[in-house]
T-cell receptor
Framework: AQRVTQPEKLLSVFKGAPVELKCNYSYSGSPELFWYVQYSRQRLQLLLRHISRESIKGFTADLNKGETSFHLKKPFAQEEDSAMYYCALRSSTLGRLYFGRGTQLTVWP | DAGVIQSPRHEVTEMGQEVTLRCKPISGHNSLFWYRQTMMRGLELLIYFNNNVPIDDSGMPEDRFSAKMPNASFSTLKIQPSEPRDSAVYFC?????????????FGPGTRLTVT
């Protein structure tokens, strides 16, 4: 069965510190993985997808099939990165997304 | 485009009352999703439509929940009768499904409180 696990509900770091939001998944097929972000009082929006291998707002995420992980990383966190982050997996058969429970990131000044 | 539109933004109702949430997807999108967000369970998919047809409703909690998509520009999620445990933020999202690009665009959500 498909499952996305984000082990940390809350994560706090100081500005300028590295940050890593963990995401592990279970899926029998070839996964497509995403990170969505919800800033305060804003809509949930796509941050990045593994298939694009892109860096958005300094964030990167590498799909590690051996460890079934898709951790989100940024070398130097900024206060404006404070938000709720959701990892999501797309089912290739049904096309729907499976979301983790989310990690609330707080970056302190 | 104004993006995905949801109404109402806030709804407070008493237990036992019927609640109807509304969603207008982005024009041209052919997939529509209803999600529920709670502190305990995070973001859960309730139901998903493709070309106005329900594809996966396995996330609908029980018979009290129903969803319709009468046309490509409108969908409703109805709860009847509502219960306090239904209190949550309900999101609607739409996308234009393809193998390459599958970004879901979310609405602002409806915060439902059932007393």
């Amino acid at each position: 069965a498909q499952r996305v696990t984000q082990p940390e509900k809350l994560l706090s770091v100081f500005k300028g510190a590295p940050v890593e939001l963990k995401c592990n998944y279970s899926y029998s097929g070839s996964p497509e993985l995403f990170w969505y972000v919800q800033y305060s009082r804003q809509r949930l929006q796509l941050l990045l997808r593994h298939i694009s291998r892109e860096s958005i707002k300094g964030f990167t995420a590498d799909l590690n099939k051996g460890e079934t992980s898709f951790h989100l990383k940024k070398p130097f966190a900024q206060e404006e990165d404070s938000a709720m982050y959701y990892c999501a997996l797309r089912s290739s058969t049904l096309g729907r997304l499976y979301f983790g429970r989310g990690t609330q990131l707080t970056v302190w000044p | 485009d104004a993006g995905v539109i949801q109404s109402p933004r806030h709804e407070v109702t008493e237990m036992g009352q019927e609640v109807t949430l509304r969603c207008k997807p982005i024009s041209g999108h052919n997939s529509l999703f209803w999600y529920r967000q709670t502190m305990m369970r995070g973001l859960e998919l309730l139901i998903y439509f493709n070309n106005n047809v329900p594809i996966d409703d396995s996330g609908m909690p029980e018979d009290r929940f129903s969803a319709k998509m009468p046309n490509a520009s409108f969908s409703t999620l109805k709860i009847q009768p509502s219960e306090p445990r239904d209190s949550a933020v309900y999101f609607c999202a739409s996308s234009y499904g393809s193998q390459i690009s599958y970004e879901q665009y979310f609405g602002p959500g409806t915060r439902l409180t059932v007393t």
